[in-house]
């Protein structure tokens, strides 16, 4: 598995060959999502957490959730259609993505399941995202981060 070391990752190949505008940036391994924003020199709400959900059999999403904030299940819910959704475990989410848990992101995931990303991210200048392993992010702006993944904009988070 790639580390913060690793000259790439498949995030990072992915993110390049789509041709999104963005800045790699490397940093320690931190304690808290507000140190890693500390380290990355960006806002708490600018740090994305890319969320792994199961709709149903073979069948999932992710969510992209700023920290400081929580994933609002009866808004989602709504928004999908559905009664229920649940979160995979690890073993689950690294079959669905390739990616182990606290390196999952959309980019180079081993499948392209849908995008959907909080409406509160685009208050952001710049915005980070997994870059496929720990300490391993990827910068760029919240509409070429929406644009490139073909995501979905809705409110789906409360503060939290």
């Given at each position: 598995?790639?580390?913060?070391?690793?000259?790439?990752?498949?995030?990072?190949?992915?993110?390049?060959?789509?041709?999104?505008?963005?800045?790699?940036?490397?940093?320690?391994?931190?304690?808290?999502?507000?140190?890693?924003?500390?380290?990355?020199?960006?806002?708490?709400?600018?740090?994305?957490?890319?969320?792994?959900v199961r709709r149903g059999v073979?069948?999932?999403?992710?969510?992209?959730?700023?920290?400081?904030?929580?994933?609002?299940?009866?808004?989602?819910?709504?928004?999908?259609?559905?009664?229920?959704?649940?979160?995979?475990?690890?073993?689950?989410?690294?079959?669905?993505?390739?990616?182990?848990?606290?390196?999952?992101?959309?980019?180079?995931?081993?499948?392209?399941?849908?995008?959907?990303?909080?409406?509160?991210?685009?208050?952001?200048?710049?915005?980070?995202?997994?870059?496929?392993?720990?300490?391993?992010?990827?910068?760029?702006?919240?509409?070429?981060?929406?644009?490139?993944?073909?995501?979905?904009?809705?409110?789906?988070?409360?503060?939290?």
């Amino acid at each position: 598995m790639p580390d913060a070391s690793s000259p790439t990752t498949p995030a990072l190949e992915a993110a390049a060959a789509a041709g999104l505008e963005h800045r790699v940036v490397r940093t320690p391994l931190p304690e808290s999502p507000e140190e890693s924003a500390a380290l990355q020199g960006i806002p708490l709400a600018a740090l994305l957490r890319t969320i792994v959900v199961r709709r149903g059999v073979d069948d999932y999403l992710f969510v992209l959730v700023p920290a400081g904030r929580r994933l609002d299940w009866p808004r989602l819910r709504a928004h999908l259609g559905v009664k229920r959704l649940s979160l995979p475990d690890a073993d689950e989410a690294l079959a669905a993505t390739g990616y182990v848990r606290f390196t999952i992101t959309p980019f180079g995931a081993s499948r392209a399941w849908p995008v959907i990303a909080d409406t509160s991210i685009m208050e952001q200048q710049v915005v980070s995202v997994g870059g496929g392993a720990r300490g391993v992010n990827i910068h760029t702006t919240p509409a070429a981060l929406v644009e490139h993944l073909g995501a979905r904009v809705v409110e789906v988070t409360q503060p939290g």
